[in-house]
């Protein structure tokens, strides 16, 4: 069985663009444009697995929405992507802009781990 999978970004462009790639490899993708969405989408379809957020957003931002969610879901496998800032050590981490092919390569690393 495929992974359920969400993008979280406060960018419409890039948040479709990278859900697009994400359908490759997931069972369904969800959507958010912040992370307080992300959340409620989150305590809503508890069966997400994989999760790749931008780190600056308004509201809630992406290393403080992976922290909340990982205390919901300890085992939530999450990439974040930034042109901005970088997240904690140890983190997954794609540098924006990124090409669909380094994308899928972070996503599989990701989902193997």
Do not use: W
């Amino acid at each position: 069985m495929q992974p359920i999978g969400m993008v979280v970004d406060d960018d419409a462009l890039v948040r479709e663009t990278v859900a697009d790639v994400l359908e490759d490899l997931c069972d369904h993708v969800y959507q958010a444009s912040n992370g307080e969405e992300g959340l409620e989408v989150l305590r809503e379809h508890p069966d997400i697995s994989v999760v790749v957020t931008d780190i600056a957003m308004p509201r809630l931002d992406g290393v403080a929405f992976a922290s909340r969610a990982r205390q919901m879901h300890p085992e939530l496998k999450v990439l974040f992507v930034s042109g901005l800032q970088r997240p904690p050590p140890k983190e997954e981490f794609l540098a924006k802009p990124f090409p669909a092919r380094a994308l899928v390569s972070a996503l599989h690393h990701l989902l193997e781990a």
